[in-house]
């Protein structure tokens, strides 16, 4: 703390939090994404334990496959968002997610199950696409406070799912996995709201364009 000198950066962040209204599609986006990986990470290594008899070792291992895996497809897949833009992105990993929670909602072979965990660890990486449309959309001076916000809506959603989706995988665990492929889906629908050209007054495919402004 002493040694190193204070970093301020090109623009000066506002203080506190900061909530606004034009970047509401943000925040939605945010806490379903936020959601969806409460639940891999609550139930998704619960499953493989509990059904299919995983070690610790086991897990251990299949962390390590995913974490070295993305050592290699993170660059590639965040090099996808400059590509082929947030909208498509968003869309291709919520399509994904999709099919990985109706595969762990159905399947009964451990194998798959693994693999399925590994997909989403994978396919989390293109969360970066939320991140770059909110940098296109947002004032330079809210990224601070509005990445407070963000984490705060995160948190939100890791108490409120794990209690929640618990009480219901008590009746069926398979329950879980259903309702986040509905989360999914949601977060799907509101992917087609995302701009392809997101930027302040493009907040979403329904924004109003902004009047000119008179030159000075």
Known sequence: MFHFKRF??????????????????????TFMSGARRQLFMAFG??????KFGYSVADMAMLMLVTSSLNTFFAPRLGRLVQKWG???TIMLENS?????????????????????FIIDGIFFTLILAQKTYF???GDPADMAATASVAFTINHIAAVAIPVSFGLLGA???????????????????????VPLDPAPGRETVLARPRAAQPAE
């Not at 290594?45 to 509990?50: A, D, I």
């Open 86 to 88: 947030e909208r498509n």
């Open 8 to 29: 301020e950066g090109p623009v000066r962040q506002r203080a506190g939090l900061v909530v606004r209204k034009r970047y509401g599609l943000y925040y939605a986006l």
């Open 96 to 116: 994904v997610l999709i099919c990985v929670f109706i595969g762990y909602a159905m399947t009964n072979s451990a194998h798959v199950a693994a693999g399925l």
């Open 45 to 50: 290594g619960f499953l493989l334990v509990k």
């Open 171 to 193: 009746i069926d665990y398979s329950i879980i996995f259903w309702l986040g492929a509905c989360i999914a889906f949601t977060s799907l629908m509101l992917s087609l709201l």
């Open 135 to 137: 940098q296109k959309i």
